[in-house]
């Protein structure tokens, strides 16, 4: 066995194929789902590449360096091909996904027209919502129930029709960022759940009643927004029994995605940091909501705690242990989806002596979320045919994609994008029966 890596042979799964169409159901079909079904379409047609996409456009080395054995990680795992891709989702308004998307103004007008016979094709089912959970927000287009528990068997049948089509199911939430909850006894286990969906308890928000529903009827379910949702024991319990695999929430794209690059490297150098501070401007719906201070304040928290992890302060006190941390996310509407992100770091160097970086980030959210979401889809659809990974669930390999990664109990959140990585590839070289990659090396200098 070579020194640089773990052997992984007798790991080897039987990964079942993905044969056949792979049903996508998105919860909220505004900017971030609708440029990801434009865009898998815009990819489908030769219009365009999937940029940002792992699944799509990156590789993954097998055994030694000196092997030059590098294949496209879609040629390496059986991935859903984006041909098999089918579209459906939910939305509080009636648009359909070509009006959706002409509205959140992310995709240039032109690209749009082409697409459009497709994108208006796909039309939102009425979605469960409560104004007491997005108050910026009205719908027009929601199922009426007798109780949360009726509106979940209607998300259910909505499911089971789909599925008549297909011949796998993923649900993402690309809906709205709720209200800031806690989890509470209702969440504790599933027997408390459904009775909590009865008697209608406050606790529980629109967003877990999908996600309930899709765990009950065996589909994965990922989570773009910082929604508690899935991040309760109630949630891991179905996930696991129903064999639908879960991961972290919050997608991680643009101020986070680069806390998450930059921290890692000023702890790996030993140099300290006493403040950071981000805010940005950003113009969008998911602007306009976050704008008000019960869903900011779920978006900060979920911010707030890849740098406290990422420092450990408790490890190195004389570093970390006091960072002035501040997050602002201010609604500008003329900016649109163009978010512009700043971010003053001071830090401090050799005897204590102070120096600052500034980051100026002008991204577009959806452009950076699409593709995310995507990998989000096949990565779990994946899980959900692997044995080893498809009844443990959360999918804790998929934190890379997150900004609040969700571990298994006791287990401290990583938030190391290069650590997140790696851990992602050695998951895929684990379950296809390749040596795991340590990068230790020595075996070349023998
Ligand atoms: N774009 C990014 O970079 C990024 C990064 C991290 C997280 N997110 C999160 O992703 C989510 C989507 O972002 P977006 O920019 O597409 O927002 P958006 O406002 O354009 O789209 C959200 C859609 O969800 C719908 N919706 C709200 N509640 C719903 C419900 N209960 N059922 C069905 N539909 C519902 C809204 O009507 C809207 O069309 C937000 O929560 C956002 O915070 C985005």
């Known amino acids: 066995m070579a020194q640089e890596q773990q052997s992984g042979q007798e790991t080897a799964q039987k990964v079942a194929p993905a044969t056949?169409?792979?049903?996508?159901?998105?919860?909220?079909l505004g900017?971030?789902?609708?440029?990801?079904i434009a865009g898998v379409e815009a990819v489908r047609r030769g219009l365009a590449k999937p940029i940002g996409s792992l699944t799509q456009m990156g590789t993954i080395r097998l055994g030694k360096r000196t092997d030059n054995?590098?294949?496209?990680?879609?040629?390496?795992?059986?991935?859903?091909?984006?041909?098999?891709?089918?579209?459906?989702?939910?939305?509080?308004?009636?648009?359909?996904?070509?009006e959706s998307a002409a509205h959140a103004e992310v995709l240039k007008p032109e690209t749009l027209q082409q697409l459009k016979p497709y994108l208006e094709t796909i039309k939102p089912l009425p979605a469960v919502f409560d104004q007491y959970y997005v108050k910026r927000l009205h719908g027009t287009h929601v199922k009426?129930?007798?109780?949360?528990?009726?509106?979940?068997?209607?998300?259910?049948?909505?499911?089971?029709?789909?599925?008549?089509?297909?011949?796998?199911?993923?649900?993402?939430?690309?809906?709205s960022t709720e209200i800031f909850l806690e989890p509470s006894a209702v969440h504790q286990s599933i027997e408390a759940f459904e009775k909590g969906l009865e008697s209608n308890d406050p606790g529980i928000a629109p967003s877990q009643i999908y996600a309930y529903a899709a765990l009950t009827e065996g589909v994965p379910f990922a989570n773009g927004a910082p929604n508690l949702t899935v991040d309760v024991p109630a949630m891991i319990e179905l996930s696991k029994r129903n064999a639908a695999p879960i991961c972290g929430k919050d997608f991680k794209t643009g101020q986070t995605f680069m806390k998450t690059v930059l921290a890692p490297a000023f702890k790996a150098r030993m140099l300290?940091?006493?403040?950071?501070?981000?805010?940005?401007?950003?113009?969008?719906r998911d602007g306009e909501v976050l704008d008000e201070p019960q869903s900011f304040k779920t978006k900060e928290e979920s911010k707030l705690g890849s740098l406290e992890y990422i420092f450990q302060p408790e490890l190195y006190p004389d570093l970390y242990s006091d960072i002035y941390h501040k997050i602002r996310i201010n609604y500008y509407p003329p900016r649109g989806d163009d978010k512009e992100a700043w971010d003053n770091i001071d830090i401090f160097g050799w005897l204590g002596y102070p120096m600052?970086?500034?980051?100026?980030?002008l991204c577009r959210d959806s452009i950076l979320a699409a593709p995310v979401a995507l990998d989000l889809v096949l990565f779990l659809d994946l899980a959900r045919r692997t044995p080893d990974l498809k009844s443990i669930g959360i999918q804790e390999w998929l934190s890379f994609y997150l900004k609040s990664p969700q571990t298994a109990e006791g287990?401290?959140?990583?938030?190391?994008?290069?650590i997140q990585f790696m851990k992602l590839k050695n998951t895929l070289r684990h379950i296809m029966g390749q040596d795991l990659i340590t990068h230790l090396g020595l075996d070349y200098y023998d």
Do not use: C
């Open 144 to 175: 009426k129930g007798k109780n949360k528990r009726d509106l979940a068997e209607q998300v259910r049948a909505d499911i089971r029709a789909f599925k008549k089509g297909v011949d796998r199911v993923v649900m993402i939430w690309a809906g």
């Open 20 to 28: 056949g169409k792979l049903g996508v159901m998105v919860v909220g």
């Open 411 to 418: 287990l401290y959140p990583e938030h190391d994008l290069f």
């Open 356 to 361: 600052q970086i500034k980051v100026n980030f």
């Open 31 to 36: 900017a971030v789902a609708t440029t990801m």
């Open 69 to 98: 054995n590098s294949p496209f990680i879609k040629d390496f795992v059986p991935l859903a091909k984006l041909d098999d891709l089918v579209f459906t989702g939910w939305d509080i308004f009636e648009d359909d996904v070509y």
């Open 272 to 284: 300290g940091v006493s403040g950071w501070f981000s805010t940005n401007i950003l113009g969008n």
